[in-house]
């Protein structure tokens, strides 16, 4: 029987993976329900793909917007780089999905046996033996599992107990994102933007027909928190310079709505898993989310790990998954990370607007399809 821990994205795209594949499984979630706060999210077609091969594909689809075209501009909306989704469509039979967090989660949820998962258990530390794991919980139980799979997120206890050296990096970044009704423009409906001007970056996509998620980057210290009071007023300032439609979004959204997070990321670390215990997603390879691909690469984890267990051909599953993983994810991590970098530019931000406008396009093409193809072959 493998435990695991986390039902976020990671966990429970894991826990449908292995219950097509009839691995003994059980889930345990120390938030008593799924979790309702949080904004649009993308999912490329590497994890549509996933999705598709658990036939779930439609029911996440038709609780998301399609995102047929990606801009990047500058502030006032001038295009550097426009890439209509075709050749994705045509080679992978789908383009990308802007979806609430939420919905995705209950859409996943819905489709995990409710017997399966364990709500409210929060896992304390663990104990692994030559026969087993016993899981410590912190409502001081404990329960014996064949193997432990952390899928608990970037903070993951599985993983501080596991690799108590590893580290969060802080990127200088903060996001602010945030759900409102406002209407867009009909050009926005299957379009995501990025906007990047001095230091601050914007992005905007529809998740459904009256909901539209954004994001607002900028540069900051660490662990500062807002004053609800003027939070509108100080984002209404710091984004001025940019198109009107970031200033309307930005002031039609319930202050409720608005979400503070540090852009942060997992120090890459050399190893994922002992003989028992292995780390996926987060646990595992956090990244910052300047390629939208944190969450597809858990949902390419819960894939891979499954397939490997399944097929039965290795005494070590955990170690040939980190072998089958490991490059490209971390490879996505590092142009992540320099990305953010680059997107925040201010001296050279005229620079490198003018190196964006000329990159050639097989070159995009080539990134693209390094990432949005799933199998190595
Ligand atoms: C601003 C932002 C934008 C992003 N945009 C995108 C995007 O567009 N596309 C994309 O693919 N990715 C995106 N990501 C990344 C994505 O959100 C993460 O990579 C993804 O959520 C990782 O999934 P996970 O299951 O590994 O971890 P999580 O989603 O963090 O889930 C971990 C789960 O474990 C549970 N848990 C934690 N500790 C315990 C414990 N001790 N016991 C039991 N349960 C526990 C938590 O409650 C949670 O439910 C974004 C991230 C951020 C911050």
Not at 108 to 123: H, M
Not at 129 to 148: M, P, R, S
Not at 342 to 364: D, Q
Request: charged content about 25%; hydrophobic content about 40%.
């Amino acid at each position: 029987m493998y435990a695991i821990i986390g039902a976020g994205i990671g966990g429970l795209t894991t826990a449908l993976a292995f219950e097509k594949l009839n691995i003994p499984y059980h889930l345990y979630e120390k938030a008593e329900d799924i979790n309702a706060i949080g904004a649009g999210i993308w999912l490329a077609p590497n994890a549509l793909k996933v999705y598709e091969w658990l036939g779930i594909l439609d029911q996440v689809k038709n609780a998301g917007n399609s995102i047929d075209r990606i801009t990047i501009a500058t502030a006032d909306l001038q295009t550097l780089t426009d890439s209509k989704q075709d050749e994705a469509k045509e080679e992978y039979g789908y383009s990308t999905v802007a979806i609430h967090r939420a919905e995705l989660q209950k859409v996943l949820a819905n489709n995990v046996a409710s017997s399966n998962i364990s709500w409210g258990k929060g896992l304390k530390s663990y104990t692994e033996t030559k026969e087993g794991v016993e899981l410590q919980f912190l409502d001081a139980t404990t329960t014996i599992a064949n193997y432990l799979i952390g899928a608990d997120g970037i903070n993951s206890v599985v993983r501080k107990q596991l690799f108590p050296k590893s580290k969060i990096r802080y990127s200088g970044q903060t996001c602010w994102r945030g759900v409102t009704n406002f209407k867009l423009p009909e050009d926005y409906n299957h379009r995501g933007i990025e906007m990047w001007g001095k230091q601050t970056r914007f992005g905007i996509s529809k998740l459904s027909a009256d909901k539209t998620s954004w994001f607002a980057v900028a540069k900051s210290k660490p662990f500062l928190t807002d004053n609800k009071e003027t939070l509108k007023e100080d984002l209404l300032k710091e984004y001025k310079k940019y198109a009107n439609v970031v200033t309307d979004l930005i002031a039609n959204t319930n202050i409720d709505a608005i979400l503070r997070n540090d852009i942060i990321d997992l120090k890459p670390i050399k190893k994922w898993h002992t003989n028992r215990v292995c780390l996926l997603g987060d646990a595992g390879h956090a990244t910052t989310p300047n390629m939208g691909q944190g969450g597809a690469q858990a949902i390419e984890d819960a894939y891979f790990l499954s397939k490997i267990i399944a097929t039965n051909t290795t005494d070590s599953p955990f170690k040939e998954f980190q072998k089958v993983r490991y490059k490209k994810v971390n490879s996505i991590v590092n142009q992540s990370w320099i990305t953010g970098k680059v997107a925040h530019l201010g001296f050279g931000s005229k620079i490198r607007n003018m190196v964006f406008k000329n990159l050639p396009k097989s070159l995009i093409d080539k990134k693209m399809h390094f990432v949005y193809r799933l199998d190595n072959e």
